[in-house]
């Protein structure tokens, strides 16, 4: 191992661990080595650790651990596909479970590999961090006897001129192709490429950097989720959201209370391609800003173009029709007027809504039905969407009566009826029809239960509000992660000698030859060219 | 109506299979040439090697390589020119069909795994192509040649979508960055995956014993030693890994930008993660003792089998935010 803190010795290469194949290997078996103590055996456990062998194994156990997450779906990015997961492998779900297969990334097995790797290479970068900088300051190391065995040995033989004068223009020669020089005797030695290892140390603290920020900066984050009607506005609050996750280290106070209201949400449709007739080609969110000091402005948010404001990102992700039902109970109140945003079921927009009245009378009113942007019909005669716009808006309800069940304090999605305490009094599989509306139009329910209008039909948007002050700070490490990777694999590090002795009858003889330290497939070319270079200023 | 512009790029690309095929064939030609012209070279040889015992014969084991190079290998330059030729027509066809589509979507032709298949083996081609202006790796025709025919052949047949708008989604910088360096990286790294191939056998050709390298593997007689070829496969990889890396790191630009996250473990981020491990794994094989050499030339192939695998499994069969192939399920 080149391990050593004498400067000298210091120059002799770079770094590595010992089974490194640029490393001599260590010598001796081991068979007469001396007892390890524990400092011993910790020693040698710190040494398997920072081996090149352990890291290389660690890496492709890496790679093997991240496969099983695209295999299975994942908590963190697909909750849904999980719960599903239970549902279809009922016996094999809760194994998978047991041994973190739906949190793969963040389970202990996971953690535990890169953790690993990351100490290893902590381990492996220090001492090569502080070898790097003595070497850097470390003058070129003596010029060996014998040129001709090192490599692209050229040799030059000239008629005049003397040998100082060759020194001189050699070490010019090799100053201007960047390399650092010392002179010994009448040879020059000459090395170049730090830049190299400087890269490759860049590379490794960059990725640790990476690792670093991600870990503690995710914590000092949020996201959360609101869904907004044309005409509403939302607060930055933390009671505002749908959902909201916070990071670990997240501070309420850290919410500003901007607000921002949604005019409009444009949406561009396929006109004229028969093969894409209908699909959406943009939308655009046009958005007012209102600040905590009472400064407006407008915004856009469209989908690869977040609306940055306040240190916050809103990201456009869904969108949808949020019909505004207003219903009067059986005594000619107004019961509920609302917009009710409903989930889009395919991709013309037929979407699923539920409309729950609590405030009705007598009896509690649930309403559950389809919106149509485009009303057509399929060839069993059930009604659908034929086109995503809002061409022929329809809103179609079955009817329920009795207790929703909301009183009781369990919370409820409120895209879900639950109909087991109520009783159907319209739509199918009853003697009444559904209700069917037309924006401006009214239906009696029956039994004098009272009416349902459908107002108007404006369009919705879920936006996702991020804040992550991290994130930059991973750009910049990955960035730098991107140059040591340049710089470590494609600028060369080598030596150069060129030694000039007097000819045997008057004039010069000059030898250049060089040496590879790493990969160096243009190291002959190079020392050929720099010969000639000496020769053009001889 | 008269025939649109996707409608000449489809008539193309079949021209250019068809070329490419050709190709291919040329390639082969030359792989089988050169097993046999290595016989005739041996024949002679043997006779002499064995009455100057076994120190001559590894002189002629070596005679016999460069005259594979240089005298008797006439007949065999004329199929690797017209290999060359060959696939130098397809590519331009290849290009022509590749442009015309993307005129005729108005946009970069790599939106849906059609148009992505057809740049991302242009883009092997010309890397292919490239390549040979530095280094002769014409020997690699069969191979990389015989892929893109493939490649191309199975996403014009069973991917292929008509022209369609971009969803909102993909109407970004980064479509025409992101996907154009992921294609330029999977070059590079079909390159040198095929190289770490070649390596392997020539690595096992090199392991017989001498009297029988003149019956078995004879083709690998006239090409370059194992270690030159994992020189090669080397510095082809750490460029497609230069690359591959980008394509990571804008790709989590892109994620950021359209869905609020840099990096999310979805499945496409999982294997171009899984990708990228296996590619530092083999840089770092290769300088570990005793690991250069035939590991660290089956982490290549790993790692090459994962891009296809990224590229077509992932792609079709699993699901994920990267569901861009066009093709509805």
């Given at each position: ?198 890269g490759n140390l860049v590379f490794h603290s960059a990725l640790v950097g990476v690792l670093v920020t991600v870990g503690v900066g995710g ?320 | ?145 015989g892929l893109v025919t493939v490649l191309l052949g199975l996403s014009t047949v069973g991917f292929y979508v008509s022209v369609v708008p ?164």
């Amino acid at each position: 191992m080149a391990r050593s803190s004498d400067g000298s010795k210091a120059t002799e290469g770079v770094l590595r661990p010992s089974d490194h194949i640029d490393s001599t290997p260590a010598d001796g078996g081991g068979l007469n080595e001396p007892k390890l103590g524990v400092l011993g055996y910790l020693r040698f456990f710190w040494r398997q650790l920072t081996s090149m062998r352990t890291a290389l194994v660690l890496l492709l156990l890496l790679a093997v651990a991240a496969v099983p997450g695209s295999l299975v779906p994942q908590r963190s990015a697909d909750p849904n596909g999980v719960a599903q997961y239970f549902v279809t492998n009922p016996d094999l779900a809760p194994i998978l479970d047991s041994i973190q297969m739906f949190d793969v990334y963040t389970s202990a097995w996971f953690s535990a590999i890169y953790l690993l790797l990351f100490v290893s290479l902590v381990g492996c970068i220090i001492p090569r961090i502080r070898h790097h900088w003595q070497a850097m300051r470390a003058r070129p190391p003596r010029t060996p006897k014998r040129l001709s065995r090192l490599e692209g040995f050229v040799r030059d033989e000239r008629a005049e001129g003397t040998v100082a004068d060759a020194v001189d223009a050699a070490e010019r020669t090799l100053k201007r192709a960047g390399y650092r020089t010392e002179r010994y005797g009448d040879s020059v030695s000459a090395e170049r490429g730090y830049l190299r290892e400087t890269g490759n140390l860049v590379f490794h603290s960059a990725l640790v950097g990476v690792l670093v920020t991600v870990g503690v900066g995710g914590g000092f984050g949020y996201q959360g989720q609101k869904i907004i009607v044309e005409g509403q506005t939302f607060v930055n609050t933390l009671l505002a959201y749908d959902s909201f996750s916070p990071g670990r280290f997240f501070d309420q106070d850290a919410l500003d209370p901007y607000s921002i209201t949604l005019d409009q949400l444009d949406v561009v449709y396929e006109e004229e391609n028969l093969d894409a007739l209908g699909q959406p080609t943009d939308f655009t969110a046009h958005v007012d800003l209102l600040d905590q000091d009472g400064t407006t402005s407008d915004g856009e948010i469209k989908v690869n173009h977040p609306l940055r404001v306040h240190g916050n990102d809103v990201f456009l992700l869904g969108n949808g029709y949020a019909p505004v039902i207003t219903v009067r109970d059986g005594e000619g109140n107004i019961a509920f007027s609302e917009a009710v945003p409903f989930l889009p079921q395919d991709a013309n927009l037929t979407s699923l809504g539920v409309v729950k009245v609590p405030d009705a009378l007598p009896e509690q009113l649930g309403l559950v039905g389809f919106a149509y942007p485009t009303q057509g019909y399929l060839d069993s005669g059930a009604m659908t969407s034929v086109y995503p716009d809002d061409i022929r808006p329809v809103v179609s309800f079955n009817v329920f009566t009795g207790d929703l069940g909301v009183d009781d304090g369990i919370p409820r999605s409120v895209y879900e009826l639950d109909t087991r305490d109520m009783t159907q009094v319209a739509g199918r599989g009853t003697d009444v029809d559904a209700i069917i509306l037309e924006p401006g139009q009214t239906q009696d329910l029956p039994n004098g239960l009272g009416s349902v209008t459908f107002e108007s039909m404006p369009r919705f948007v879920s936006v996702d509000v991020h804040h992550d002050p991290s994130q930059l700070w991973v750009l910049v490490f990955a960035v730098l992660v991107l140059l040591g990777l340049l710089s470590s694999l494609f600028i060369p590090r080598r030596r150069v000698w060129i030694r000039v002795t007097a000819g045997a009858d008057g004039g010069i003889v000059s030898e250049y030859a060089g040496l590879a330290r790493g990969e160096d497939p243009g190291l002959s070319a190079a020392v050929s060219a720099l010969a000639k270079q000496h020769a053009d200023r001889l | 109506m008269t025939p649109s512009l996707d409608t000449v790029s489809v008539i193309l690309v079949y021209s250019a299979i068809a070329v490419y095929a050709l190709a291919f064939i040329a390639f082969t030609m030359d792989l089988a040439r050169r097993a046999g012209e290595v016989r005739t070279v041996a024949a002679a040889s043997v006779g002499t090697a064995a009455s100057s015992g076994s120190g001559g014969t590894a002189l002629l084991d070596r005679e016999q390589i460069e005259a594979g190079d240089a005298t008797a290998s006439r007949g065999r330059l004329v199929w690797l020119r017209i290999g060359l030729s060959l696939t130098i027509i397809g590519f331009v066809v290849h290009l022509v069909a590749t442009v015309l589509r993307g005129l005729a979507a108005e946009r970069v032709p790599w939106a849906n795994m059609y148009e992505f298949s057809l740049t991302a083996t242009l883009i092997i081609t010309a890397v292919f192509l490239g390549v040979q202006l530095r280094q002769d790796l014409r020997f690699l025709g069969t191979f990389i040649i015989g892929l893109v025919t493939v490649l191309l052949g199975l996403s014009t047949v069973g991917f292929y979508v008509s022209v369609v708008p971009l969803p909102p989604s993909l109407q970004s910088i980064w479509l025409i960055i992101h996907v154009f360096v992921a294609s330029l990286g999977t070059a590079f790294l079909g390159l040198g995956a095929a190289l770490s191939i070649m390596q392997l056998l020539q690595h096992r050709r090199e392991g017989l014993p001498v009297e029988s390298r003149f019956t078995r593997m004879r083709a690998f007689a006239s090409l370059p030693d194992a270690e030159k070829l994992e020189n090669l496969a080397y510095r082809l990889i750490i460029v497609g890994f230069v690359f591959w890396t980008f394509t990571l790191i804008a790709g989590a630009i892109w994620a950021e930008a359209a869905w609020g996250r840099y990096w999310g473990w979805d499945v496409k981020e999982v294997w171009t993660f899984v990708i990228w491990t296996i590619f530092a794994g083999y840089i770092h094989a290769r300088s570990t003792r005793g690991w250069r050499g035939v590991p660290s030339a089956w982490l290549a192939i790993v790692g090459f089998s994962s891009v296809l695998f990224n590229y077509t499994v992932v792609n079709l069969f699993f699901n994920g935010l990267h569901s861009y192939s066009g093709l509805t399920e």
